[in-house]
C-alpha cells in the first residue's frame, strides 16, 4: 500500500523507489544503519556481532547478531531485493550454528564486535548490565535463538514458510522496509509483517508450549537445600536465594551496617535507592528500570513487606538472583565480618 502527505487539501502519493535505485547497499548502507539503531527493527535488542561465522564454512556469516532481554539470541538477516530471496533458509541454518553458544562464548564474539567498532566498553558489564544480571546464569542463557528477517519485500513462498515454521515453535519475525522518495529525502516505512495479528497469539502459545517441554526435559538446575547458622540463629532447608536473604539479614541485626556489606562485596547485591522508602515506594522505584523481559525487575529483588533494608537515609534492596558467585560471597562476608560465625551445609534427609 502506498503512502500519502497531505498538501493543500489534496492527499498526494509519495513515489515509490527501490534501494538499489538510490544505490543503497545491504552490508555497507543498510546493515550499518541498522547495527547502531537496531530498534527499527528489533526492539529490546543488542547487537554483539556483524558479520559473524565462526565455524568451517567462512563464506556463511550472520549479518548481524544480537541478544534480547531475555537472553535469547537474535539472528538478524537483512535483504535489500524485493522478494527476499531464501533469506529464512539461511537464516534457520545460522541459528542451528549458534544455538550451542554460551554466555562466555558469546562475551568473547562481543569483545571482537566493541573492538572492531572502537567502542571502548567492558563486554561482560555491558551484557550484564542489559539483561539485568547480577552474574552470568547459563542455564537461562540462549534458552530459545530467535529470528528476524529484515527485506525491501517477501514472497508468498518465503512467507508461507515462515508461519508454517512458527507454528511448530521457532520465533521468525518478518519485518518490510519499503523505500521511498520525497523532495530528494529517503523515506524508510518500516512494518512488521509477519506475525500478523490475527495469529499472533496464537503463534505465542505454540511457542510456549514447546518452551515449557524443553523445560521439562532439559533442567538442571541446582535444587539444593541448605542448612545455615549465623551465630546464633539456625535455618534449615533453605534455597540459594533465601539462604543469602536470612545470611545478610542476620549479619544486619548484629550491628553491621547495609553499607559495610555493600562496601565489602565488589560485586553489586543492592539496589541502593536514596530515602528510606515505603515497600510500595521501593517497588515502584525498582520498576522504574524495568525494559522490557518476560520477568519482571521487582522479581529479581526482595521486595516484599519486611525485605528491604532501611539505613542512613537509604533503602537497600537485596538481590535474589544467586548463582555460580553465592558462595564466594558467603566467604568475602566471611572474612569481611569474622565475628559473625556463618557456617553453611547441604541439607540432609535421613532415610
Request: aromatic fraction near 10%.
Amino acid at each position: 500500500m502506498p503512502i500519502y502527505k497531505v498538501f493543500d487539501d489534496k492527499i498526494i502519493p509519495i513515489e515509490r523507489t527501490t534501494f538499489s535505485q538510490q544505490g543503497l547497499r545491504e552490508r555497507e548502507n543498510l546493515q550499518t544503519m541498522l547495527k547502531t539503531q537496531i530498534d527499527v527493527i528489533a526492539p529490546d535488542t543488542l547487537v554483539v556481532a556483524e558479520e559473524f561465522g565462526e565455524w568451517e564454512d567462512s563464506r556463511r556469516r550472520i549479518d548481524l547478531l544480537g541478544i534480547d532481554k531475555d537472553a535469547n539470541l537474535v539472528v538478524i538477516e537483512l535483504k535489500r531485493t524485493e522478494d527476499g530471496g531464501h533469506m529464512e533458509l539461511q537464516a534457520i541454518r545460522y541459528a542451528s550454528m549458534i544455538s550451542t553458544l554460551t554466555f562466555s562464548k558469546l562475551v568473547a564474539i562481543y569483545e571482537r564486535y566493541l573492538a572492531d567498532n572502537n567502542i571502548e566498553a567492558d563486554a561482560t558489564e555491558n551484557l550484564l548490565e542489559f539483561l539485568e544480571w547480577n552474574e552470568p546464569d547459563e542455564e537461562q542463557f540462549a534458552q530459545e535463538v530467535k529470528i528476524i528477517l529484515a527485506s525491501a519485500e517477501f514472497s508468498k513462498e518465503l512467507t508461507t514458510s515462515v508461519m508454517w515454521l512458527n507454528d511448530f515453535g521457532l520465533d521468525i519475525r518478518c519485518i518490510r522496509m519499503h523505500p521511498y522518495k520525497s523532495n530528494g529525502e529517503i523515506l524508510l516505512d518500516v512494518q512488521t509483517v509477519i506475525p500478523i495479528p490475527e495469529v499472533a497469539d496464537y503463534q505465542v502459545r505454540i511457542r510456549e508450549k514447546k518452551q515449557k517441554e524443553r523445560e521439562a526435559r532439559n533442567s538442571s538446575r541446582d535444587f539444593t537445600k541448605y542448612d545455615v547458622s549465623i551465630g546464633s540463629a539456625k535455618f534449615t532447608g533453605l534455597s540459594k536465594r533465601w539462604m543469602m536473604f536470612n545470611i545478610v539479614a542476620e549479619i544486619i541485626r548484629s550491628g553491621v551496617s547495609p553499607e559495610e556489606i555493600n562496601n565489602a562485596i565488589s560485586w553489586s547485591i543492592f539496589e541502593v535507592l536514596d530515602g528510606e522508602l515505603s515497600d510500595q515506594e521501593v517497588y515502584e522505584a525498582i520498576m522504574d528500570g524495568h525494559s522490557g523481559g518476560k520477568v519482571i525487575r521487582a522479581k529479581r529483588f526482595f521486595t516484599s513487606e519486611g525485605e528491604p533494608f532501611r539505613s542512613n537515609g537509604k533503602t537497600y534492596v537485596l538481590t535474589n538472583q544467586w548463582g555460580v558467585r553465592t558462595f564466594d560471597t558467603i566467604e568475602t562476608l566471611k572474612k569481611s565480618f569474622p565475628n559473625i560465625q556463618i557456617a553453611v551445609l547441604p541439607t540432609t534427609t535421613e532415610s
